[in-house]
């Protein structure tokens, strides 16, 4: 079955770290860009960052920029963020999408991470 | 950063009834434009790529068009399942953003 199942979001106090993980089955991981796209309590959706199939090139929102690293292991078929400095803003749904001719064909369900004192 | 503006930001509609929504974009885009539909717990959902190519299993009631820097989604004839979020997507130079979304309600 083609899916994406993220995982490692929970609770983190605010300045806390946390890496996101997000595991593709079913298609060829490493043939693909790949992204970590967020939506906020109540707001749209985020495009957070992205990263190409090879895992050379990665590109980040203003946002996260200098505050999450998006990198991938394709041999185990996975995608991660590492997300530092954590804000109260950066409180979402997190999920993983795979990229194709310029949009998101395959996202996840998502995992929820919650900055908090 | 190329912002994504779109209007309605609710349209209020009953099923049978066409649907159009408009995302204009603070620039001109390639044909880098997509549409998706979100509903409340869900993952969201590709509808269309490329401006006016459907995704895979997309009925065909959903069709996009548009160029430069405003584009369309339409949906011919509302099903009781199409009431949900929907929201376009554009990528340049590899840097994506999304409008802020339509909220599709039953009238």
């Known amino acids: 079955e083609v899916q994406l199942l993220e995982s490692g979001g929970g609770l983190v106090r605010p300045g806390g770290s946390l890496r996101l993980s997000c595991a593709a089955s079913?298609?060829?991981?490493?043939?693909?860009?790949m992204s970590w796209v967020r939506q906020a309590p109540g707001k749209g959706l985020e495009w957070v960052s992205a990263i190409r199939d090879t895992g050379y090139y990665t590109y980040y929102a203003d946002s996260v920029k200098g505050q999450f690293t998006i990198s991938r292991d394709n041999s185990k078929n996975t995608l991660y963020l590492q997300m530092n400095s954590l804000r109260a803003e950066d409180t979402a749904i997190y999920y993983c999408a795979k990229g194709e001719q310029g949009a998101f064909d395959l996202w996840g369900r998502g995992t929820l991470v919650t900055v908090s004192s | 950063e190329i912002v994504l503006t779109q209007s309605p930001a609710t349209l209020s509609l009953s099923p049978g009834e066409r649907a159009t929504l408009s995302c204009r974009a603070s620039q001109s885009i390639s044909s880098y434009l997509a549409w998706y539909q979100h509903k409340r717990g869900q993952a969201p959902r590709l509808l269309i790529y490329?401006?006016?190519n459907r995704a895979t299993g997309i009925p065909a009631r959903f069709s996009g068009s548009g160029s430069g820097t405003d584009f369309t989604l339409t949906i011919s004839s509302l099903e009781p399942e199409d009431f949900a979020v929907y929201y376009c997507q554009q990528r340049s130079n590899w840097l994506y953003t999304f409008g802020q979304g339509t909220n599709l309600e039953i009238k």
């Open positions: 490329e401006t006016s």
């Open positions: 079913g298609f060829t991981f490493s043939s693909y860009a």
